[in-house]
């Protein structure tokens, strides 16, 4: 079955490990699921110079929420993410929720996605897994994705989560692979009867959080998951090609 594998680069990557990097995985991808890329802002378009017309996608990792008579330094509209190859973007990953104004909030910016594809992000922290709270943070940051008023412009035709625990992220530890597959089973439950234009066939979930080539055949495989989100393992080249090849 066709899975989602996206890379989350972060803010790593050089000119000089860009070809490194492609020149390894465009030598020995041979692989039929969808493959995402979120490189640096910066680095887009170079990415975009080694796509072929399907061997991966590109997306950006955040964008500005500018109301349409304001302007703002540093600003990046999700014209200029299509102009420069892109059709996806991360909507409030972990990282950074929270760390702006209220210029980034993960509601302003599924406002102004126009054509891009959303992968909205949300995840429980340590103290909120251990104090059992994990499903209330859960519908409270879904609450955004599932507001009519955040969709003015276009409709989504569907919808991708990607769920991400926060202390997953970046440490080696992962949930049990039947949680994953609950918490998963659970968004999309949650969203499709909360949606205001969306079924359940609509809706995918990716999961993310200390992905690895160790890890991912079992994960990928798990019921629910439509798709891995990879930061930290995705920076190596070879790492990354063997679970984009990988057959589920
Ligand atoms: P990680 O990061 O794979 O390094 O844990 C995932 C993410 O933050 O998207």
């Known amino acids: ?24 995985f465009l030598k020995n991808l041979v692989s039929n699921n969808e493959i995402i890329i979120f490189p640096p802002d ?4 170079k990415l975009n110079h080694y796509r072929d017309k399907d061997n991966f996608n590109l997306g950006g990792q955040n964008m500005t929420y500018v ?7 540093s600003g990046l509209s999700s014209d200029m993410f299509i102009d420069n190859g892109c059709n996806y973007i991360l909507v409030g990953h972990s990282e950074v929720r929270g760390q702006y104004t209220a210029c980034n909030e993960a509601a302003k910016s599924l406002y102004v996605s126009n054509d891009l594809q959303v992968i909205f992000c949300i995840g429980e922290s340590a103290d909120a897994k251990k104090n059992g709270n994990t499903q209330n943070v859960l519908i409270k940051q879904l609450e955004d994705l599932c507001k009519k008023g955040n969709y003015p412009k276009v409709n989504p035709k569907k919808v991708i989560v990607a769920y991400e625990p926060v202390w997953a992220i970046g440490t080696g530890n992962i949930p049990k692979i039947d949680d994953i597959s609950f918490i998963h089973r659970f968004i999309k439950t949650y969203v499709s009867e909360n949606h205001p234009f ?42 990354f090609t063997k679970i984009c090849n990988l057959k589920i």
């Open 1 to 24: 079955m066709k899975k989602i594998i996206a890379a989350n680069w972060k803010n790593n990557g050089s000119k000089k490990f860009i070809k490194d990097y492609f020149d390894y």
């Open 42 to 45: 910066l680095y887009i378009d």
């Open 67 to 73: 109301c349409d008579d304001v302007t703002q330094t």
């Open 198 to 239: 969306l079924k359940e066939k609509d809706i995918m979930v990716l999961y993310g959080g200390s992905v690895s080539l160790k890890n991912a055949q079992d994960i990928l495989s798990a019921r629910y998951v439509d798709g891995v989100l990879i930061g930290g393992a995705s920076l190596d080249a070879e790492e």
